[in-house]
């Protein structure tokens, strides 16, 4: 009676674990990290979670989870985007954007075809706030957003 009590205990914190380390991976903290990181790399103030930013994203994740489309809300904040397959984590959506700096050109404030401006949203230099969801959507990828406020990439403008 005792070694399967002890087995059972042992199990639920095999499983409570496993669970804590995957739902970690999805913290807001999470988010800030990779931001805050890039960010601090070109010398850029850091982002402050925002609740009602994060609420905003996801009642958007939410309802992109029937489809999941890469379509943007039109809200009034920033916006990045991105799917995966299976159980894409958050900060692998943020590192997936980060792959864009190479596009862009600091000295003409250039994008190589455009594909720079998730990199330049996460570090554009007056965003000060951020809020991030994720959503699993009915075809079994995962829907990933995170919105900026203010927003970034205002045309003529550079992000630091």
């Given at each position: 009676?005792?070694?399967?009590?002890?087995?059972?205990?042992?199990?639920?914190?095999?499983?409570?674990?496993?669970?804590?380390?995957?739902?970690?991976?999805?913290?807001?903290?999470?988010?800030?990290?990779?931001?805050?990181?890039?960010?601090?790399?070109?010398?850029?103030?850091?982002?402050?979670?925002?609740?009602?930013?994060?609420?905003?994203?996801?009642?958007?994740?939410n309802r992109r989870s029937h489809d999941c489309n890469l379509e943007h809300s039109g809200g009034p904040f920033g916006e990045n985007?991105?799917?995966?397959?299976?159980?894409?984590?958050?900060?692998?959506?943020?590192?997936?954007?980060?792959?864009?700096?190479?596009?862009?050109?600091?000295?003409?404030?250039?994008?190589?075809?455009?594909?720079?401006?998730?990199?330049?949203?996460?570090?554009?230099?007056?965003?000060?706030?951020?809020?991030?969801?994720?959503?699993?959507?009915?075809?079994?990828?995962?829907?990933?957003?995170?919105?900026?406020?203010?927003?970034?990439?205002?045309?003529?403008?550079?992000?630091?």
């Amino acid at each position: 009676m005792r070694s399967s009590n002890l087995n059972l205990l042992i199990n639920f914190f095999i499983l409570s674990t496993l669970s804590c380390i995957c739902l970690a991976q999805n913290r807001p903290q999470d988010f800030l990290e990779v931001h805050n990181e890039a960010r601090a790399n070109i010398g850029v103030g850091p982002l402050y979670w925002n609740r009602t930013l994060a609420s905003y994203a996801q009642n958007y994740a939410n309802r992109r989870s029937h489809d999941c489309n890469l379509e943007h809300s039109g809200g009034p904040f920033g916006e990045n985007i991105a799917e995966g397959y299976g159980d894409m984590k958050g900060s692998d959506a943020v590192k997936f954007w980060l792959t864009e700096k190479p596009n862009y050109d600091h000295y003409s404030n250039t994008c190589v075809n455009d594909e720079c401006l998730h990199y330049t949203q996460i570090v554009w230099r007056d965003s000060r706030h951020l809020g991030c969801a994720r959503a699993k959507c009915t075809n079994g990828w995962m829907f990933v957003i995170c919105s900026y406020d203010p927003p970034g990439n205002i045309e003529g403008e550079r992000p630091y």
